[in-house]
C-alpha cells in the first residue's frame, strides 16, 4: 500500500525518496527479497553552485582520480561539437587534459557550441572558450604523440557558465 502512495508524488527526488522508504518497511517486514538496487544518493547527487571548486587543468592532469565524484570548475577552457552525444572541452594551455561529454546543459550553450564549433579547426577561436562545471565520473590516460601524455576525463555532462562565454 505505501509503495502506491509514492506513484502520487510528483517531484523525482521526493518520490525516490518515498520507494526507498518503501522498500525499507517491506525488507523489514521480510516481503522484500532480490537483488540489492542502487540507493537514491546514488542516482540523485545534486551540487549547489558554491559546492564547486576551481580546478586547474594541470592539476586535474596530475591527479585525475582524486577529482572522481568531486564537483569542480574549469576555467578558459576550448570546447567543441565532436558529434551527436559527444563534447569535448580541453584545456589550451599546458599539459593535455580534455574532459568528453555525452551532453551540454544548458541547451542555449548545446546550440551555440554545435552552431560555432561544429570542427576542431574552430576550437581555438574566442567563441569555443567557456567556463565549465564537471563531476569526474572515470578517466584515462594516452599519448596521443611520442611526447605528450593525454588525460581523458568523462563526464555524463558538462554545464557551461552562464556569460563565459567572450564578448565579440
Known amino acids: 500500500m505505501q509503495v502506491m502512495s509514492c506513484t502520487a508524488v510528483n517531484d523525482d527526488k521526493d518520490r525516490l525518496l518515498c520507494f526507498d522508504k518503501a522498500a525499507a518497511t517491506l525488507k523489514a517486514a521480510g516481503v522484500l527479497v532480490g537483488p540489492e538496487t542502487a540507493n537514491t544518493?546514488?542516482?540523485?547527487?545534486?551540487?549547489?553552485?558554491?559546492?564547486?571548486?576551481v580546478v586547474d587543468p594541470d592539476d586535474l592532469h596530475v591527479a585525475p582520480g582524486?577529482?572522481?565524484?568531486?564537483?569542480?570548475?574549469?576555467?578558459?577552457v576550448s570546447c567543441f561539437y565532436a558529434d551527436r552525444g559527444d563534447y569535448r572541452c580541453a584545456s589550451s594551455r599546458g599539459m593535455i587534459t580534455v574532459v568528453f561529454a555525452k551532453s551540454?546543459?544548458?541547451?542555449?550553450?548545446?546550440?551555440?557550441?554545435?552552431?560555432?564549433?561544429g570542427t576542431i579547426?574552430?576550437?581555438?577561436s574566442?567563441?569555443?572558450?567557456?567556463?565549465?562545471?564537471?563531476?569526474?565520473?572515470?578517466?584515462?590516460e594516452d599519448s596521443p604523440s611520442a611526447f605528450a601524455k593525454r588525460i581523458v576525463v568523462m563526464v555524463k555532462r558538462i554545464e557551461v557558465l552562464p556569460a563565459s562565454r567572450p564578448k565579440r
Open 104 to 117: 551540454i546543459e544548458p541547451a542555449a550553450e548545446r546550440e551555440a557550441l554545435e552552431n560555432d564549433c
Open 126 to 140: 574566442p567563441a569555443c572558450r567557456r567556463n565549465i562545471r564537471i563531476v569526474p565520473a572515470d578517466y584515462a
Open 121 to 124: 579547426k574552430r576550437i581555438e
Open 66 to 76: 582524486k577529482f572522481i565524484g568531486k564537483p569542480i570548475e574549469i576555467r578558459n
Open 41 to 53: 544518493k546514488e542516482i540523485v547527487t545534486n551540487f549547489s553552485p558554491n559546492d564547486f571548486k
